[in-house]
Nanobody, 131 residues
Framework: QLQLVESGGGLVKTGGSLRLSCTAS???????????MGWFRQVPGKEREGVAC????????SYADSAKGRFIISRDNAKNFVYLQMNSLKPEDTASYYC?????????????????????WGQGTLVAVSS
């Protein structure tokens, strides 16, 4: 069973940057580049929302409107990592951030970044942006 572990969260001031990392392990039938990957976030009392998603090769990406122009998702298939570079952070970006994966054959990344489409999840990393 694929396992995902996030890192890189922390406390940052408004306007600052953070880079989240997610490493994958535990491959069985599928390799890392058989998965579409995504970053999602959640605050208490609200639904988990998509931030950015990326297809198996990295050439197709989908961003939430709130992330466009500030966040960049990327992946390194040789190292089994997916990243989220977050710039110009705002207090409203404060949330727990989750890495997720789904079999690439079951999703069209170009169609959007929806939490309901992903079935493998990490434990999350907390990002707090102070004003």
């Amino acid at each position: 069973q694929l396992q995902l572990v996030e890192s890189g969260g922390g406390l940052v001031k408004t306007g600052g940057s953070l880079r989240l990392s997610c490493t994958a392990s535990g491959f069985s039938e599928l390799a890392f580049d058989d998965y579409a990957m995504g970053w999602f976030r959640q605050v208490p009392g609200k639904e988990r929302e998509g931030v950015a998603c990326i297809n198996w090769k990295g050439g197709v990406q989908s961003y939430a409107d709130s992330a466009k122009g500030r966040f960049i998702i990327s992946r390194d298939n040789a190292k089994n990592f997916v990243y989220l570079q977050m710039n110009s952070l705002k207090p409203e970006d404060t949330a727990s951030y989750y890495c997720a994966a789904v079999d690439e054959d079951k999703i069209w990344v170009s169609a959007g970044c929806e939490a309901r489409d992903y079935n493998i999840w990490g434990q999350g990393t907390l990002v707090a942006v102070s004003s």
